[in-house]
């Protein structure tokens, strides 16, 4: 008799549990995500399919490129639970790089996640998290000669104090960025003793920044805020023998909002410093950036940012001039189109192989809607890139290439 209970009482957990399960499932359609209980969050699975062409598929040189196709599969899943106490917005994919032909091998898993986690945005103190993770055949390292996988864990986490209405905001921050790296190419592809060739002299390029922050803004105006802003960093190699320990420093001051009903921007100056052990770089500090958003559905931006950092392993630490752009506009309701280009110089300092380097990129696309929960695009990105090597430097390959990338995807969600 008291099992005959239990067992009825189990069943009826059991029955509980799966209409706790099934319920956000009925509440649910085609674009519309799976609805979490009774909050506003949303849940959106997707499949998203992109057949691409690659004019040089492993970085190399002019004459010697290898092109091919590529196919990408990419499952994912976004998450929105938007409150003024705890806001939480999650994304992340899988993506499954099939290499065709000859390159199968190159064939491997990539993928991203990010997290934003928000708790008391309205009140007077507050917290916001960042995380973001990404795998992926592209690095912001521009002294590499040949491809690399670079696994990136980008860790924030910042502290906003908002006295009164808000007119005042100091925000404490702190963050710590982790790269690894494993080789991209094998065999004859990539020889001669490189580091990128060999797992673990690879790994002996993986590094960590540790930064901690101070921002203070003051809002002159409703949208407007005037802006000062420091930071510390630090460099931490993997391997001390391998890679330069370095540290620094940033200080900004300048403004930043909306400046009219259709113009916002920023401009700010500075200055930062780094010290290599021995020796040390300093420079000016410049961002100015400019947004006209003429229409709800179109907008245009354009910046130039004068900076310093560093690429991981014995590159030392550079100055960097950039220059980007980004346009788009929505048409008729359904089309998509934008354009995005950027243009990086850096000069660098301290133990070079590489003496400058530059990255030339810019990818037209246009995006539509072919239903609610059905997408279509397509574009083509072309990118190329120089360097200026040190006397006695062997020219590999990833220090001067240029490719060129068309892409059709298509993605589904529900």
């Known amino acids: 008799m008291t099992m005959a209970k239990g067992a009825r009482t189990g069943l009826r957990a059991l029955a509980g549990l799966l209409a706790l399960v099934l319920a956000p499932a009925a509440d649910a359609g085609p674009g519309n995500g799976i609805r979490l209980g009774g909050s506003a969050a949303r849940l959106h699975p997707y499949l998203e399919l992109e057949g691409r062409y690659d004019s040089n598929l492993v970085f190399t040189e002019e004459g010697e490129q290898e092109a ?3 196919l990408h599969v990419r499952p994912g899943l976004t998450l929105a639970s938007p409150s003024e106490r705890a806001a939480v917005d ?9 290499y065709l032909g000859e390159s199968s091998d190159l064939s491997r898993l990539f993928g991203d996640a990010a997290l934003s986690v928000g708790l008391n945005r309205r009140g007077s103190l507050g917290l916001e998290l960042t995380d973001v993770f990404r795998r992926s055949s592209s690095t912001r390292n521009l002294t590499l000669g040949y491809a690399v996988v670079s696994n990136t864990n980008d860790l924030r986490v910042s502290v906003p104090f908002r006295p009164g209405g808000g007119a005042f905001v100091t925000t404490l921050t702190g963050g710590w960025r982790l790269e690894t790296f494993e080789p991209f190419v094998k065999g004859n592809l990539c020889e001669g003793g490189a580091p990128e060739c060999d797992a673990d002299q690879a790994a002996q390029l993986d590094y960590s920044d540790v930064t901690g922050g101070l921002d203070l803004r003051w809002k002159f105006l409703p949208k407007t805020a ?49 010290s290599l052990s021995p020796g040390s770089i300093s420079t000016w ?22 900076d310093l950092g560093a ?22 309701a ?30 037209p696309s246009v ?17 190329r890139r120089t360097s200026e090597l040190a006397a006695g430097t062997r020219p590999l390959p990833g220090y001067a290439y240029s490719k060129t990338e068309a892409f059709l995807r298509v993605r589904g969600t529900y």
């Open 68 to 70: 091919g196709f590529i």
């Open 90 to 98: 999650f994304r992340a994919h899988l993506d499954w790089a099939q």
């Open 226 to 274: 005037a802006v000062l802003q420091g930071e510390y960093w630090r460099r931490l190699p993997s391997d001390p023998d391998a890679g330069l320990e370095l540290s620094g420093y940033r200080g900004w001051a300048g403004v930043a909002g909306l400046f009219s009903a259709h113009l916002a921007g920023t401009l700010r100056g500075g200055y930062g410093s780094a």
């Open 285 to 306: 500090l410049a961002n100015a950036e400019v947004e006209w958003i003429p229409l709800e559905t179109a907008s245009v931006k354009a910046g130039y940012l004068h």
């Open 311 to 332: 690429d991981p392993g014995a590159a030392g630490a550079y100055t960097s001039h950039r220059g980007y752009a980004d346009a788009r506009a929505l048409l008729a």
């Open 334 to 363: 359904r089309y998509t189109v934008q354009l995005v280009a950027s243009y990086e110089r850096r000069a660098y300092q301290g133990v070079r192989v590489v003496e400058a380097a530059d990255l030339l990129t810019v990818t």
């Open 367 to 383: 995006d539509v809607e072919l239903a609610r929960w059905l997408t279509a695009g397509a574009g083509v990105s072309y990118s």
